[in-house]
């Protein structure tokens, strides 16, 4: 297996694969792939899935073994250009126009200058996302896209063609060297074409049983092997029943922590029922895994690890 040296690009797949194994997270190639060519042709990376499938993880993953700064946009229904790009820090501004008039100063046009200056500018994500030194580009996560309106996609698609922002005031603000963007999406609703032709794409899946126990050994090592091994099962057929919200990866390595604290060395249909609220997060969904349903589970993967 390559080695990767922190702080800097990978050189090949395989050494992307070692850089994410080198920080807990196990990448399989397909996605190794896609990332080293986003890192490659300095092209954003659109990453779509279930949430709870490490779709997070992966910036702030890569923010650790570029060593580079993480800048996270946190999506959400009503964002705007006042919370995500900048905005003037209105009472100090308001504080230096008093302070000036009470030194007699009665100049408009300095008094302008002066309160739409850089010291006045609060900067958010996005501006301080392209507000780079040459070499230092950050990792720019915009998170959860989805939750969005169309209005600031739109205005993302701007962002993402040019890296600047323009700010009446002040200029055009561009990047002198554009940063490394991830966005998320948990796929609530659709994402335009327009923004998804200027990424590279990949689907974030749920893990397969042997990659999610490796997960669940490197990041519970307290929990012993039988248990991690009937949890895991026990997820994986989890996920093939009906349910409102699957439980994701990280779902999985709470459950773990929680039977591990309560010193569980197996399942049984006891502790799964006090244990379901770190798994499942509705009561829905609660309540018909906790009866007779588990139950069943819990049998079919007991005998399946018995037949090995």
């Known amino acids: 297996m390559a080695r990767h040296e922190t702080g800097k690009l990978p050189q090949s797949i395989d ?51 570029l060593d580079r700064p993480l800048i996270r946009l946190q999506c959400y229904e009503g964002l705007d250009v006042a919370s995500a790009v900048y905005e003037w820090n209105y009472p100090a501004q308001m504080l230096e126009i008093r302070l000036s008039e009470a030194t007699g100063t009665v100049d408009r046009q300095r008094i302008e200058s002066d309160i739409f200056s850089e010291r006045f500018l609060i900067r958010r994500p996005v501006l301080q996302a392209i507000s780079t030194v040459a070499g230092r580009a950050p990792v720019f996560l915009i998170d959860e896209l989805d939750r969005t309106d169309e209005a600031f996609e739109a205005f993302l698609l701007e962002v993402l063609s040019d890296f600047q922002v323009t ?6 603000i ?24 200027r990424c590279l794409y990949h689907w974030v899946d749920y893990p397969k049983a042997a990659q999610e126990l490796e997960i669940i050994r490197r990041k519970v090592p307290g929990c012993n092997a039988m248990l991690s091994r009937e949890i895991v099962a026990y997820v994986q057929k989890l996920r093939s029943v009906d349910l409102f919200k699957n439980p994701g990866v990280a779902e999985t390595i709470d459950w773990a922590t929680a039977l591990t604290e309560l010193d569980a060395l197996a399942l049984d249909p006891e502790k799964v029922a006090d244990t379901l609220g770190t798994l499942l997060k509705y009561q829905d969904d609660i309540a018909r895994i906790e009866g007779a349903e588990g139950r069943r589970l819990l049998a079919e993967v007991k005998a399946e690890l018995a037949q090995g």
Do not use: C, W
């Open 174 to 197: 561009k990047s002198s060297e554009p940063p490394i963007v991830i966005i998320t999406t948990n796929r609530t609703r659709e994402i335009h074409d327009a923004l998804k032709r």
């Open 15 to 65: 050494e992307t694969i070692a850089m994410l194994e080198a920080h807990d997270y196990l990448a399989g190639t397909a996605l190794a792939t896609v990332l080293f060519l986003a890192l490659r042709m300095k092209r954003p990376l659109f990453l779509e899935g279930e949430a709870g499938v490490g779709k997070t993880e992966i910036a702030k993953v890569l923010a650790q073994a």
């Open 167 to 172: 700010i009446p005031e002040l200029g055009t």
